[in-house]
Nanobody
Framework: QVQLVESGGGLVQAGGSLRLSCAAS????????MGWFRQAPGKEREFLAA????????YYLDSVKGRFTISRDNAENTAYLQMNSLKPEDTAVYYC?????????????WGQGTQVTVSS
């Protein structure tokens, strides 16, 4: 069982930055790929980025590539999502997820989500 707790969301102006953190429980953090998703009001949850357990492999939704960066610190059992050049359309609840595979379609574990609001 893996428990995930996100933090770092909040209100930011367009063009600003935020860094989301996802703290994971357990001693096998490095065996899981980590991912970030988001869900805006009235929309389906969408994949944003994922990183392999080793941190070597990453991949992104095309629309956030170059603005968002996923990373992880296996010594701290934490994954991160650095978000730059934020836009009002980035407003959503952001979720981290963990799975055995880096290509995530239905992750095994989810966090509770953290709200990100970008004002224009």
């Amino acid at each position: 069982q893996v428990q995930l707790v996100e933090s770092g969301g909040g209100l930011v102006q367009a063009g600003g930055s935020l860094r989301l953190s996802c703290a994971a429980s357990g001693r096998t953090f490095s065996s899981y790929a980590m991912g970030w998703f988001r869900q805006a009001p009235g929309k389906e949850r969408e994949f944003l980025a994922a990183i392999s357990g080793s941190g070597i492999t990453t991949y992104y939704l095309d629309s956030v590539k170059g603005r968002f960066t996923i990373s992880r610190d296996n010594a701290e059992n934490t994954a991160y999502l650095q978000m730059n050049s934020l836009k009002p359309e980035d407003t959503a609840v952001y979720y981290c997820a963990a799975d055995r595979v880096v290509v995530m379609t239905t992750p095994m574990y989810w966090g509770q989500g953290t709200q990100v609001t970008v004002s224009s």
